[in-house]
């Protein structure tokens, strides 16, 4: 018969074990932001989490209080060459001639049918604006949803040929892990559709549909002939969630100010500002795409080139020395930017 | 020296320890319910929670798309015999007309500011609705915020001289309080004004503010003269959150049809309806006010009284008959009312 172990042993066995959790949780602790160099921006980052919530320092927001917001496109993911968003408004151009089929002798339509992608990239913003009109509205919030689904599915960008949702920056989504992990709920403020972003955001970045902000038309309820209700698109706009808009985006689906805001162009400056203006500790982080290697550069500001899509110029720069915020290089910063790589 | 403790002597002592936690939780199992009576209403609560919450159950609903709505005045706290925000508003108005004197002549404040209660309650729509626009709009988001929590701590009500606050149903929050224990995200979805419920939704109702839609106005992102930003409530309406504008805000809101809605009138019907036009378990409540003795009663239905406020009409009941929404009976369904009984 084997001895019965002691209370003394069985301490010691427990002692062994709460040594094993808790040199675990301290490996864990060492980095969360491993995809980070060590530098300025990723200091800030650590710094702002643990004044914020540690009991004793006078920077501690209480748990509830604890919301950070960030862009989307160029912020968590690739917005080059060209939106995600427009590249599935123009994918879906063939599908709504087949529909209406008197648009394919009709500008924009015509060019967008044509393939002719340097013609499509010189269509003026209003051209543009129809066709986003024309392929975002007109239908039920489902079809649209399931519509959505099924392109993000299937559809490739055109550097990686893969997955747009592949294209998340991974340094940003530890950034949400480390933030949620402290306690903070993160909210995606961003001038694309909130109604497409919606429906990835989950799986991408592990925000619920109710914390994505963004720009939003007005739905109208309405009842099929079988009296089954169902929300419409309506081709008129409800939230413009860009520069000014995101802070009163903020206000309305949100209803308190970020502690921490994110954003990487001229349209997050407002958001980083309200954030800012705040008591106590807030972190504003704006992201530099200053590496044409691992992905794209443009500014203008720092020299870099000029782009129409999500430009970060040199006032924006200044005012972000001027306010204390961050500013992230993307190639010094970021030891790696695709959890592919 | 005391004999040192066996193993078999701390298994017992543990498997003791797990009898009690377990025996607790049994008993707290027993009634999530405690302040309803039993019968259908509380029936259909229970068996929505278990159907939704059991892995087995066809109608299973994963956690993540847990969502349940309530409205607010007449559903979850008192809305009898005025809206308390109205009577926010109509206390502010001395102090208005102080900050603008030549509204004291003018009607309809002339009429509030004479205190005379009778004349007050004939006041047209139109006119409250001035009243409400010059109350409600023209501060910057803070000073409102600020406003409304100083009223809310010392406002009483008319007929039990307490805290507005007070007089939430204790039923209802039994409810919120079952469906978050199992998993459900709950909001709220008034036809009142979001920035004002959300001053004290965390408090009373344990709901944060993002997690609160109700009819919102435009504000306007500002500077004030050191340059810092505000934004400041203009009086044009963005969302009124109320009738088919209550599945269109929960839409632009939260993005995700609910699982249950709980209301009490005729501006919740677009609500319960859009709830039960979703597939699996579904669950759709109306309060019914016919208890003059605890609370108030009105309908119209059922021959009750009828009202302006909150109004709950035969072909309300009628269609939940039809439909199979759950009537909410306060005098038979509810063992007590208010948790100050």
């Given at each position: 018969m084997k001895p019965m172990p002691t209370l003394a042993a069985v301490t010691r066995l427990l002692a062994l074990g709460a040594l094993l959790i808790c040199g675990a949780r301290a490996q864990a602790a060492t980095d969360p932001l491993p995809s980070w160099n060590d530098g300025p921006a990723k200091q800030a980052i650590v710094a702002f989490v643990n004044e914020t919530t540690d009991q004793t320092s006078a920077k501690f927001v209480p748990p509830a209080e604890r919301i950070a917001t960030f862009d989307q496109d160029g912020t968590l993911w690739v917005s080059h060459p060209i939106y995600s968003q427009v590249m599935y408004c123009l994918d879906q151009v063939p599908k709504l001639v087949e529909k209406k089929p008197h648009l394919k002798n009709v500008e924009p339509f015509k060019t967008v049918l044509s393939g002719d992608r340097e013609a499509i990239a010189r269509l003026p913003m209003k051209e543009l604006e129809e066709i986003l009109a024309a392929t975002l509205t007109g239908m039920s919030t489902d079809a649209f949803q399931a519509e959505v689904k099924a392109w993000i599915a299937k559809a490739r960008d055109p550097r990686w040929h893969r997955p747009f949702t592949d294209l998340t920056y991974q340094p940003m989504q530890e950034v949400l892990h480390y933030l949620r992990d402290n306690g903070y709920k993160t909210f995606i403020v961003t001038g694309g559709g909130q109604d497409f972003v919606r429906v990835y955001s989950n799986t991408v970045y592990g925000i619920p549909?109710?914390?994505?902000?963004?720009?939003?038309?007005v739905t109208k309820y309405e009842y099929d002939q079988d009296g089954?209700?169902?929300?419409?698109?309506?081709?008129k706009l409800l939230l413009n969630d860009n520069n000014a808009g995101k802070p009163e985006g903020i206000h309305l689906m949100i209803g308190r100010r970020p502690h921490a805001a994110f954003g990487n162009s001229t349209g997050d400056r407002q958001?980083?500002?309200?954030?800012k203006a705040g008591d106590g500790a807030r972190l504003a982080m704006l992201v530099l795409h200053d590496d044409a290697e691992?992905?794209?550069?443009?500014?203008?500001?720092?020299?870099?080139?000029?782009t129409k899509v999500g430009a970060f110029p040199q006032a924006l720069y200044d005012e972000a020395q001027k306010s204390g915020w961050s500013v992230i290089s993307m190639k010094n910063d970021w030891k790696r930017i695709f959890a592919f790589e």
């Open positions: 549909p109710e914390q994505v902000v963004g720009t939003a038309g089954t209700p169902f929300l419409i698109k309506e081709p958001m980083l500002e309200y954030t691992r992905e794209y550069a443009y500014g203008p500001a720092h020299g870099l080139p000029d």
